[in-house]
C-alpha cells in the first residue's frame, strides 16, 4: 500500500512546489505571444511585455512618464501595445523595450500587485515617483 500511494505523494509535493512559484492573481502572458525582440530582451523586459499582454486593464490606468505621451500613447499600456483586434491579434509597440522608465513602471505595477495594493494605490504610488521624470501621459484614474 505504501508504494502505491508513495507515486501519488510525489506528484501532489510537485504541483504543492510548482504552485509556489506562480503569484496569486498575477496574470503573465506566454513568452511565445510576444514579439522576437521581447522574447530575447532582459527578463525585466520580457516580464514588463507578458504583463501588458495579459492585464491591459491594469496598465491602461497607469500613466507612464517618460514623455511618450507626445507620441500618442495614452497610458503605460500603450508603451507595450497598440492594439488588441477583435480577431485576438496584437499589435506591439517597441518602445518600452527600449525605456526604462516604461519597464520600471510596468515592474512596480507588479510587484505592488504581489503586495496586494489597490489600484489606486497603484496608480498613487506611480504619480509620486515617476512625475518627476517628465510629463505624465493623460490617463484615466481606476474606476474612473
Not at 513568452?31 to 495579459?54: C, D, G, I, K, W
Amino acid at each position: 500500500m505504501t508504494r502505491k500511494l508513495l507515486p501519488v505523494v510525489l506528484i501532489l509535493a510537485l504541483f504543492a512546489v510548482a504552485g509556489c512559484s506562480t503569484e496569486p492573481g498575477l496574470a503573465m502572458a506566454p513568452v511565445s505571444m510576444l514579439p522576437a525582440y521581447a522574447q530575447n530582451a532582459p527578463v525585466t523586459v520580457r516580464e514588463a511585455y507578458q504583463f501588458a499582454v495579459a492585464n491591459p486593464d491594469i496598465l491602461a490606468h497607469q500613466p507612464c512618464y517618460c514623455g511618450c505621451g507626445t507620441m500618442g500613447h495614452d497610458s503605460n499600456l500603450a508603451c507595450f501595445v497598440q492594439e488588441f483586434q477583435a480577431d485576438d491579434t496584437i499589435i506591439f509597440d517597441n518602445h518600452a523595450a527600449g525605456c526604462g522608465i516604461c519597464v520600471d513602471i510596468a515592474q512596480d505595477v507588479m510587484r505592488l500587485m504581489k503586495q496586494g495594493a489597490s489600484q489606486g494605490d497603484i496608480r498613487a504610488y506611480v504619480d509620486a515617483q515617476y512625475s518627476p521624470f517628465g510629463p505624465s501621459t493623460d490617463t484615466p484614474y481606476p474606476g474612473a
